[in-house]
């Protein structure tokens, strides 16, 4: 089935230092979503991306979707600690009713 | 505070043996979502109801069955329990159950199978 693959898997980074984790499908995705789970907690929504090409920013936060609607990215800028989390994408395979699947994850670390 | 309560938070249990996690969706979502969270395997999508109506179904085990009631909570029910279903069982809400709509999930449950 559908599946998004989601790198890296882990990233040690030290404040202030840029991150970004990618999300690449085969097929094209009718829209990309991106979630946060913060250590013990529960995954949060961010953001949607729908239109091709489309550029969102939150605060540090960048969410990219790419032309051809098969590759997604998200980029924080100078991070801090309190960016500590797992980073998931999500998708649904091109239907418009039914699941989400998730990537595996970035898990994020920063060192202060 | 995401709106929707998962109960209980953790629960212990022997090989074997049957449990049900209950969810309460936000108020005024018609879906939830089940997610199960291991380590080694991220989050897997389970099963969706929308409306007390099974919409789209996941990699759940025949052990496992879930069901969406008139008052729109929702349970899963895992039986014959074994150690690999040790894990953390997500619900999750929406309002309409389209993929254009984001989820909010609960706190989960944590299930420890000894």
Redesign the interface.
Known sequence: GQQVMQIPQYQHVQEGEDFTTYCNSSTTL??I?W?KQRPG?????LI?L?KSGEVKKQKRLTFQFGEAKKNSSLHITATQTTDVGTY?C?E?GG???????????TILTVHP | D?GVTQTPKHLITATGQRVTLRCSPRSGDLSV?W?QQSLDQ??Q?LI?Y?NGEE??K?NILERFSAQQFPDLHSELNLSSLELGDSALY?C?SSPS????S???????TRLTVT
């Open positions: 009718s829209n979503q979630y907690g529960h995954p949060v929504f949607q729908v998931f999500a649904a239907t418009s009713y039914g699941k989400l699947t998730f990537g595996q994850g | 995401s979502y997610y991220g989050l999508f969706q929308y919409r789209a996941g997500f999750a159950g389209d993929t254009a984001p989820l909010h999930f609960g706190n989960g």
